[in-house]
């Protein structure tokens, strides 16, 4: 017998009525460029969502009063960040929704949803509707809250605009001779897109290859020193990866200790997990009835993000994003492609291009007690130094009760490596062209 889809009878379903009452609809951060785009184009087709920015202990200390200290780090900041901004008294908890995603899966994050609605109702706050932002089929469905495929392609944009704000922006900031600028630039380009992406009416892809490359030459304006730091790699657990408040601002840590941030885009994240549906379909039988679609998605993606590879190389001489396939391609001399808890594939893969780019040192972001990103992360950096020695990977722990100072001391001891490690190399190049023989001229 066919399963049929159920509506869970104990939970607050957000309907057609609460979207149309103006209830405010709140979302963690993350990525934050990316996630006020995305809420830009949900408010221009009628909901009113805001992405959350308080951060600070005392976010973490509400996540830490409702949820078990051994449960996922990522789901104590954002259930705290629910919790603290509904006690804030900015908004009205009569006429809130939370939006939170859900991956489905084996990973934690999937119990996420239950677990913030078991915190509502212990902060006082279970009749606050949360909405499941999820694509899987047979998970929670919400008659308010739906996603049309012209926001969905809108939504693949500003993932792209998001990542190559991110990705420039970390090039620059270490070298701008005006502090503060590409900051700057950051705030008005997200303030720009979001206009464009929220705009109705069509929005034809040619307009979106016009605004990579005057991203690019946005920042490429920036007045730069010529100098050389060392460039350090952050890889991890998708949410500690990103996430500032998770992460103790590591991305401002490196720039304040004198090196250059480089961050795999949110964009491999999202192809991993189409392309993990197309690897079901190979390697289990399973989803073949929509595997067409994720083949299409793939497809669909993977071309964009060249085009976005092509805006970086031909308007700059800036390090471009990397390519999903190349990517894909270097994990799986490593591991299975059908490894997916905790990052999975992707989370090497991620380590070897950064490799191969030339990018040696690299900063392993975990929550602590993730075994699944354990296994894919820690797990897999003895291989990964075996076939490259020079490979100076550091994995860091985060958790409510760990130290800022002792994971700070952990990525300087890395740093300090890393700086010993490029300086012998810089030698051996130095001594190879001395010892090169000089070519005889041809008479």
């Known amino acids: 017998m066919k399963k049929k889809n159920r509506i869970d009878t104990n939970r607050v379903i957000f309907t057609r009525e609460m979207r149309e009452s103006g209830y405010k609809i709140l979302m963690p951060t993350m990525i934050p460029r990316h996630l006020r785009m995305i809420a830009g184009i949900l408010n221009a087709h009628g909901y009113d969502v805001e992405v959350l920015d308080n951060t600070g202990r005392d976010t973490i200390e509400s996540g830490l009063r409702y949820v078990h200290n051994d449960t996922c780090y990522p789901a104590q900041i954002c259930i705290g960040q629910f919790v603290r901004a509904l006690e804030s008294g900015k908004y009205d908890p009569n006429k809130c929704a939370l939006l939170f995603s859900q991956t489905g899966g084996g990973c934690r994050a999937s119990n996420y949803i239950s677990l913030l609605r078991k915190a509502l109702a212990k902060a006082g706050y279970g009749h606050v509707p949360v909405i499941s932002l999820n694509f899987s089929a047979g998970m929670e469905k919400n008659p308010g809250f739906r996603l ?27 070298y701008e001779i005006n502090a503060g600028e590409s900051l700057a630039v950051s705030e008005r380009l997200t303030r720009e897109l979001s206009a464009q992406l929220g705009r109705r009416g069509r929005l034809p892809y040619r307009e979106i290859k016009r605004t990579f490359a005057e991203i690019v030459r946005a920042y490429d304006a920036i007045p730069r020193r010529d100098e050389k730091r060392l460039r350090v790699g952050i890889v991890g657990e998708i949410f500690v990866k990103f996430s500032p408040l998770a992460n103790n601002s590591l991305e401002q840590f490196l720039i304040d200790e004198g090196a250059e941030p480089v961050v795999p885009g949110f964009l491999g994240f999202a192809q991993y997990c189409v392309y993990n549906s197309i690897m079901d379909a190979k390697l289990y039988g399973r989803g073949k009835k929509t595997l067409p679609l994720f083949r299409f998605a793939h497809k669909f993606i993977l071309g964009k993000q060249n085009d976005m590879i092509r805006a970086v190389t031909e308007n700059s001489s800036f390090m471009p994003p990397a390519d999903f396939e190349v990517t894909r391609r270097l994990a799986e001399e490593f591991i299975g492609l059908g490894v997916k808890m905790g ?13 191969h780019s030339g990018v040696t ?7 602590f007690g993730c075994l699944p990103n354990h296994i894919v992360g820690k797990g897999m950096m003895k291989p990964l130094r075996e076939k490259y020695p020079d490979a100076n990977i550091v994995a860091v722990d985060y958790d409510a009760s760990a130290t800022v100072i002792n994971q700070q001391n952990r990525i300087k001891l890395m740093l300090a490596n890393g700086r010993e490690i490029a300086e012998r190399r810089e030698r051996e190049e130095k001594e190879r062209e001395a010892s090169a023989p000089e070519e005889c001229p041809v008479s």
């Open 148 to 174: 049309t495929l012209p926001m969905l392609r809108r939504m693949v944009y500003a993932v792209l605009y998001g990542d190559m704000i991110m990705l420039l922006e970390n090039q620059c900031r270490p």
């Open 343 to 355: 990052e999975g594939w992707l989370l090497p893969g991620e380590m070897l291009d950064l490799i």
């Open 361 to 367: 040192s690299i900063v392993c972001t975990q929550p």
